[in-house]
């Protein structure tokens, strides 16, 4: 090879289309991946020797041109490599890649992006992926109602007791009735806190708790605050 590329750009357009691909391996072959990439007409071929040029731009527009979730997540795991965030996100949001992206917004620390990829993954079905994006948000209603939207009644009922013990009676009915239609007796040993103060003697010292942390929950804090409030 004389690496002669002025005379061979010169030739290329007298080459047929049908073999610019295969001279395009060859050049590949040859090192000369650059000259491959601008040569080659095949779409795939491209897009992986931009993927090893670490050309994004050119990476990014042929996923859109030939979308697959395949080349987005290709695409998402070099972003992450070379630290480009916002590429990674772009990409990881078109292959549905939503454990990708709760661990990209976890790490940021980035709520914005956490609470659209837990509507997105909810709207998705995805309620592993949308519940603990709504952990992290502190967002228990959501918390709540996701679990009661998939009959996770004995959960639900659990979670409620721990974090917003006013929502207990309400979510233990719903247990009661899908319960009862499997196990009528069990369905009915079933405590509701409201009806039998007496076996949750601190129901409302819960209930004024509740009370006092709903404005804190409802403001977000910032990572480097958590040796503070932990």
């Known amino acids: ?98 454990s990708g992206l709760l661990l990209l917004a976890s790490s940021l620390g980035d709520s914005g992006s956490m609470e659209q990829l837990a509507e997105l993954a909810h709207s998705a079905g995805k309620e592993n992926i949308a519940f603990t994006a709504y952990m992290m948000l502190n967002n228990i209603p959501k918390c709540l109602q996701l679990l009661v939207e998939t009959e996770r009644y004995p959960e639900a009922a659990i979670m409620a007791k721990t974090y917003m013990p006013s929502e207990v009676s309400k979510i233990l009915k719903l247990w009661q009735a899908d319960l009862s239609k499997t196990n009528e007796k069990a369905a009915e040993a079933l405590a509701d806190p409201l009806q039998y103060d007496n076996l949750f003697p601190e129901l409302q010292l819960a209930l004024k708790a509740e009370k006092l942390l709903e404005k804190e929950r409802s403001t977000l804090q910032p990572a480097s605050n958590y040796p503070v409030v932990a």
């Not at 295969?22 to 090192?31: D, I």
């Not at 491959?36 to 779409?43: K, R």
């Open 1 to 98: 090879m004389r690496q002669d590329f002025e005379s061979a750009d010169q030739i290329l357009p007298s080459i047929d289309e049908e073999h610019r691909t295969r001279v395009a391996q060859f050049l590949e072959k040859q090192g000369f991946k650059e000259q491959a990439m601008a040569v080659s007409v095949d779409p795939a071929h491209k897009f992986e020797l931009a993927l090893q040029l670490n050309d994004f731009a050119t990476a990014y527009g042929l996923a859109v041109e030939h979308s697959s979730e395949q080349r987005w997540k290709q695409l998402s795991d070099l972003a992450l490599r070379s630290s480009d965030f916002n590429l990674a996100k772009k990409c990881m949001y078109n292959a549905k890649d939503y």
